[in-house]
């Protein structure tokens, strides 16, 4: 059956691929032109300028084009799967995983697609969107019945096919990631604009693929992107803070924090108004595991390849986040400063994301450093009052991550519950030390130096990060966060 695909297709190649090239893309004349941003001492440049995610400080963290949301006619029976796919399909019928037929469609139908000769990075990095996927989904499918079924995952699918494995692989290794399931592939890479004509906007967005298809998983899709159209600002302001710290400019250090303050602002915004009460993505929360010290698996996930099956062991896209979580990380350097040295970005989870993703992380880590934030800041009262308002809006994503995976953990076996409390509890340590790092910058601030309208601003991150810790404390003193819904309102 492959053969005659690529038989049948070879002479039509050149036409598919340009008519989905992206070449109409307003664009896309600057498609191959670098781009780069003044930092400190050095010039930051996307390594690879032609990715799709190339870190700019206008489209911030979200791809330089809108992801593209149909394949080429030549993967037409994974693009039919694909869509045929959720468990609530959009025209109302339920789909491939509401049964458990997927896998057995995969394996009887799916063709070995060649994907060799495609260089082309949008058309890429979309087939590596569609096939990672369609892993999560063929591997945690019977884990997804018996959770509906029982509250318990049971154990996954070992075995990935050639026909999704080699492809996957293939793909991944030309962009230089891996063959899993990351966060930005499942939101900032799945998203289509209803009116192209408007912008990136939560009324205007819809995901392209789907593993529940229900209106949750639509909105945290939705909302993941939406936030993310304010990274631009996020990273012109970091770049803008690193660069005036070395520079000593303290009135523009000042402007730079504030403006971070304020992007960081519209990013909690949206993700209040879109990740709000409980159990927000337990319908589709299965397919996002990971196959590293899973229950579900024995020992990872085997990778088949002409005959043969090679061992791999990722943390999904669950185990990620946002890569503007770990840029203030690195910018403010709280690994470095946690009083008791917890906090930190999560193993592995920088090296999951796009290339130009890791490294402009990278740089910011490196410039960091260089020119600790932090010391600059707490020299004077204003740029101390500055730099708590900037962590106050960090703690309030890092604090509002935490309460949403607490509340929407499921009930699980007794094994599955040690390995959630103690991985909930390492988050909790995270989010209390970005609190007491407020506290400590506080008690080194001279308020009375300060106008009272910001006097009163700084006063009020302090007192609410006050809360928080004391709350956090009373979590980790009595054993761990229930694993049930609780109220509990997002900083």
């Known amino acids: 059956m492959f053969s005659r695909h690529v038989a049948a297709a070879a002479a039509r190649r050149t036409l598919h691929f340009r008519r989905f090239t992206g070449a109409h893309h307003p664009s896309a004349s600057a498609a191959s032109a670098p781009h780069t941003t003044a930092t400190t001492s050095s010039m930051w440049t996307n390594p690879d300028p032609g990715s799709e995610f190339s870190v700019m400080t206008d489209t911030g963290f979200l791809p330089r084009r809108d992801p593209l949301a149909v394949l080429p006619s030549y993967f037409e029976k994974l693009d039919e799967i694909l869509h045929e796919m959720p468990i609530n399909r959009a025209d109302g019928t339920l789909g491939l995983l509401h049964t458990g037929r997927l896998g057995a469609r995969v394996e009887r139908e799916l063709p070995h697609y060649d994907v060799e000769f495609v260089f082309d990075q949008r058309i890429l990095t979309a087939l590596y969107r569609d096939y990672s996927m369609l892993a999560s989904a063929y591997l945690f499918e019977p884990c997804d019945i018996q959770f509906r079924l029982a509250r318990n995952y049971g154990l ?94 303290r009135s523009d250090f000042n402007a730079a924090l504030r403006r971070y303050a304020e992007a960081m602002g519209q990013v909690n915004g949206i993700l209040a108004q879109t990740l709000r ?108 009052a500055a730099y708590i308002q900037a962590l106050g809006q960090v703690l309030a994503y890092r604090h509002r991550q935490w309460a949403n995976l607490r509340d929407s953990a499921p009930v699980v076996s007794a094994a599955d519950s040690a390995a959630l409390l103690k991985y909930l509890d390492v988050q909790a340590a995270h989010v209390r030390d970005i609190a007491e790092l407020i506290r ?36 980790l003193e009595d054993g761990g966060p229930s694993l049930h819904s609780a109220s509990m309102p997002a900083y």
């Open 156 to 249: 996954a699918r070992h075995v990935l096919p050639a026909n999704i494995a080699v492809p996957l692989e293939t793909i991944a290794r030309r962009l230089g990631q891996k063959p899993f399931l990351e966060h930005s592939t499942f939101t900032l890479y799945n998203y289509r604009r209803r009116d192209a004509s408007k912008p990136v906007a939560l009324d205007n967005l819809e995901p392209i693929r789907q593993f529940s298809g229900c209106d949750k998983e639509h909105n945290f899709v939705a909302g993941q992107v939406a936030a993310a159209s304010h990274t631009g600002a996020v990273v012109d302001a970091a770049l803008a803070i690193l660069r005036s710290a070395q520079q000593g400019s």
């Open 277 to 384: 009460g409980c159990g927000e993505y337990a319908s589709f929360r299965t397919f996002l595991s990971g196959s590293r010290a899973q229950s579900m698996f024995c020992s990872g996930v085997l990778f088949e390849s002409a005959g043969q099956v090679s061992a791999h062991a990722y943390l999904g896209a669950a185990q990620s986040s946002s890569p503007v979580a770990s840029l203030s990380t690195h910018l403010f350097q709280l690994s470095e400063l946690s009083p008791r040295g917890s906090l930190r970005c999560a193993d592995g989870v920088d090296r999951l994301r796009a290339p130009n993703h890791q490294s402009f992380l990278a740089h910011v880590a490196s410039q960091a450093r260089a020119v600790p934030v932090h010391t600059f800041a707490l020299r004077d009262a204003e740029s101390s």
């Open 440 to 475: 400590r910058s506080h008690a080194n601030t001279d308020l009375g130096q300060l106008p009272p309208a910001l006097r009163a601003r700084t006063e009020a991150v302090v007192h609410s990060a006050e809360t928080v810790h004391r709350s956090l404390d009373r979590v």
